[in-house]
């Protein structure tokens, strides 16, 4: 039985152009790369050719992850959800750190897809964790390297 990830349609769609570039961009210049390396003789000693090997290896591979991902992804639309208050995954949730009173507002999304500096925090780290199945105004204990921290959610969008 194929194992199946969720992913957000931005995620998807951001595998689908990378996928796009290297198929229609990336791997026809390789391919050049390698022919042109070649015309230049010898390729025991030739590092242009062995570089441009080594460049169209990490593409090829790099294509078949991202289809490998994109066939194994369960893509979630949640703007086609309505939204009951609850915190589910792709919702956007702003939050209160009750000891410090700031505010921070992150997306749960698939592992792929994240990127704290963006806010975008996978589904499977300890704060998502925490978070999901919450409500607005219910409070989250949530075990960080730093300590506990409970935070208060304020708002939960679904965009």
Do not use: W
């Amino acid at each position: 039985m194929a194992t199946t990830f969720p992913m957000t349609v931005k995620g998807a769609e951001a595998l689908r152009e990378e996928l796009n570039e290297l198929k229609t961009k990336v791997r026809p210049r390789i391919i050049a790369d390698i022919a042109s390396a070649r015309e230049h003789g010898d390729l025991k000693e030739n590092a242009e050719y062995h570089a441009a090997r080594e460049q169209q290896s990490f593409c090829e591979g790099r294509i078949q992850d991202i289809e490998g991902k994109l066939s194994g992804a369960q893509i979630i639309d949640i703007t086609k959800m309505p939204n009951n208050g609850k915190i589910i995954f792709g919702a956007t949730v702003q939050l209160l750190n009750v000891d410090t009173d700031a505010e921070i507002k992150y997306q749960i999304v698939g592992d792929d897809e994240a990127d704290l500096k963006a806010g975008l925090i996978s589904v499977n780290s300890p704060i998502a964790r925490g978070l999901i199945g919450k409500e607005i105004d219910d409070v989250a204990t949530i075990q960080t390297p730093a300590g506990v921290v409970e935070f208060e959610i304020i708002e939960v969008e679904y965009i």
